[in-house]
């Protein structure tokens, strides 16, 4: 069995505050050692706080330098692949999505 140099990722998009869901998802990701990795848009809040989780806001999509955050449509399901870029660039092997 081989193991990862890099813990996997999980991805997803949210405009809505954390809820129960996001919630259990980022603790899975820690009990795990995963990141978890959410994609903002124009209409998630302002101030996304949730333990476990990296929030990607527009601001932080376009800060972050990837050329993308600038072309991708706002208000659509493209912005996920910003948080993939992220997931990358961080060393992540293995990238698993949900919505």
């Keep these: 069995m081989s193991s990862l140099s890099s813990p996997p990722a999980l991805v997803v998009t949210s405009i809505n505050d954390p809820n129960p869901v996001m919630k259990s998802l980022a603790e899975g990701c820690q009990a795990h050692g ?12 302002s101030v996304y706080e949730l333990d476990g989780a990296t929030f ?21 399901y493209t912005r996920k692949n910003i948080a993939y870029l992220h997931a990358m660039r961080a060393g992540a092997e293995v990238i698993v999505e949900t919505d």
């Design 56 to 76: 990607l806001s527009l601001d932080a999509q376009v800060h972050e330098g990837y050329s993308l955050a600038r072309a991708a449509p706002i208000r659509t």
């Design 34 to 45: 995963w990141s978890f990795l959410i994609a903002g848009d124009s209409k998630s809040p």
